[in-house]
């Protein structure tokens, strides 16, 4: 279960505010030198997740060790060796972007500051605007600058481009990629906007109401989960119950449905679960469809299923 | 509905719960006046209403000018326009921005006059000039237009309004001015109200069209955008560790709300000095009033406590590698300095009670008085040694305070500094409301003498109980977050200063001089315990680990 290497490392992690339950007993670990997403609706437990890893929660029960550390016992240690950008836009506004960049540089051993200024010019960020003067895209870049300017182990990516436009998006995505593309370290990208997530992620994981339902591997999505594209005869408006097929969705005329490729691992399986019905497509799930298929059964799904530990493949 | 009326009715949406709560209080207050007079219930009842309706009506009245301004969100300290941004952006031409605000507080000023004008005439049969009217509405529009006025930096806006109240207060009631000292120059004053009133109009128009073009024209030649402009030099800071970088931040962080805090001591301080007359209980009241003050202004460089679950701590500094017990020594040392500088500053402005007369006679009494039955240096010996113990003392209370803050949880916060300082402020405020009824010092020393035993009592339970609570925040420190060495070396340090200050209390006091004020070293030397913070060099730490590290 202990893997030497991991990143990062959550083990039967619960965590209630007062009656509502945030996080129910999620296991979870990482390896070093992946990128992992962490998708799920607002409000399924992302953050939460997330302060745990950088020390602003203390658990309530279970574990937590981030590069090998409890981040709540050394922050100093760990911190040095993580970067963080927020979800919330939370740099102080009243400093300019040089006094940002001067008091980061102060906070980490490893500041580089030819990967600052290469990331200024990337980013066209003037060191003498204040922050509280740029855009939210202009703020979200120096939050950005200052997270991997000092080469992080782990960078840790909280919904990092939520309401921003195209090409901060874009120069976040590329952070990612280079941060990923150094050898050994590792990416936690959360976030609901599924595309950028296919687009960079090795593996995902889907949180909903707290529970950690899946984590697959992008490469493997494909393999292990198929969309059917049918029409039910006799137009019935509820789906049938089908071992293996989750996530109904009516478009229409047309229905779409999820399908696990490990009990139906051919086409024929699919065409005799579905008997008389007539199948339009079987085509290959989309991450997107994946999740709201996901999402959509978890009530069945979840409920039945004892929690296990969740090793992200590399 | 046309544009006026439209913006009218916009302003006044704004302010209409407030206006219609305030009308509604005067009129309340009328009733009950009118209820009290019929059934002859005592006067002070009938004059306390009636004071509700004048108050009610005078913060109506001031209410309402300030929403003929359409300044709604204006913040003295911004070099922006304080003219309303969402009205600026409506397809309204710029003169007629600036009209309908002048028509408002001149319809609104003149309204007002001609009521006083005529119940004057009517009860007292004296004429008042109407042009009055016009000179209080070119007062307000001048006002209204330096708030409008984008400006090179908000302390140039600050400065502008301070040069310029004595002046709009001389345009405002000049006319009046006038009618009382030379009435034959009446027209003449009236004549110049008019002409006034119309450069007024003509500086209100200009301010807008100047805000326009700053807000959304974004031109150089603009000063509010010159002075936000990239081109400004930035000095290039560097730290020397993250302990530097924090101790900057904590630092500049509010460096704009310093001379506010600066300006509320200095305000805060004056008051004190005008309503108290000067004695020795009155200067250490005022002080204590100033260290309440001057700590609360002091708190704002800790980040306000927050409900619920999370941290205080902005997610910077809370995913940072700075340590908890760094993090919790540097804003001790930050606050403290602070503290001290804005307590000095007060006690300074108290000094400025000396340019009353009276209060000179009475100091010089008292120190002829006192020195004429020791030595020439025993007042001054008096004053400093009191001096100092009552600062380390609100320095104490105040560091407490913070650790309680630094926690940063809301409700924790407010009940544990309310009880705090319920328990400080009770016997305080107590044994100074009996000290000042005191009118004679034997009769002072006579109950003193009485009282002391249960004094040292007290003290070995404040001293045995403090003692107890330094032991646990010393354990629970000790576990993980200071090293053992550290804490030895904080003890030895505060056990040094507590000996160093017992001993300079006993040297400057002037007990040799005064016999009836000889304090045994013991005493000193418990009170000094007492006085000076151990546990805050391990609460603070231990407050704000659990403000960073949240349990739920």
Redesign the interface.
Known sequence: MSDPVAAIEIDHLSCKFRRDEALHDICLTIPTGSVFGLVGLNGAGKTTLIRHLIGGLRPQLGRVRVLGEDPTLTPESVMQRVGYVAEEDALPRWMTVGQLIAFMRAMYRNWDDKLCRELLETFSLDPTKKLADLSKGGRARAGLLVAIAHRPDLLILDEPSYGLDPIARQDILEAVVRTASDEGRTVLFSSHLLDEVSRVCDSVGIICGGRLLEIVAMQDLSERYSEVVCELVGGMSVPPQISGFFGWQNRGREWSVAVDRSVHADDSSIRDSLGSHLILDVRAISLERWFAARVAANGTTVATASPKVEVVSR | MNETLAIAKYAWTKFSVIVNGFLAAAALGLLIAGIAWQVELPKYIIGGALSLSYLSLILCFFILIGMCSLSFRANSLDPNSGYDQWLMRLPIQSWKLAMIPVGLVTAWLSTVWITVALLVRLFDGRALPLSQALAMSASAIFFYSLVWKPQRSGWHRIALLVVSLPLLYIVAFGVLFVMEEAPQWLPQASMASVLIYAVSIGFAIHSVKQARVSTFQQSRSNAAVVS?S?????K???????S??LQ??DC??F??NKPWKALGVVSLALLLIAILPLSGATAIVAFLVLALITMTLTSSRVEPSVH????SL???L???????RSMAWIRLRGYAVEHCQLILLASLLLLLSFLWQENRATFWRWWINVARESSAATPIRMMVTIYLSLLVVAIGVSLRVLCIQLYGHSSVVLWSTGALLLSLATPISFAIAWFIQQTSWEHVDLELAKWRDWLYKLFFVGLAIKLVVDVIFVWLTTR?LVSALEAVRIISTWSVLVIAAAFAWRAIWPATHLPNLEVPFTTVLMSATLVFPLSICFAAPLAVEAN?????
Not at chain 2, 236 to 242: C, D, K
Not at chain 2, 308 to 311: H, I, L, Y
Not at chain 2, 318 to 324: C, E, G, K, Q, T
Request: glycine letters at 2%; proline letters at 7%.
């Open positions: 936000e990239p081109r400004r030099d930035v290039q800071l560097s730290f020397v560790n993250s530097d970088a900057w931040h500049s962080r460096q704009s619920g679950f999370q941290s902005p997610s910077y809370l995913a940072s590698p700075i340590r908890s993980h960073r590290h949240r349990s739920v």
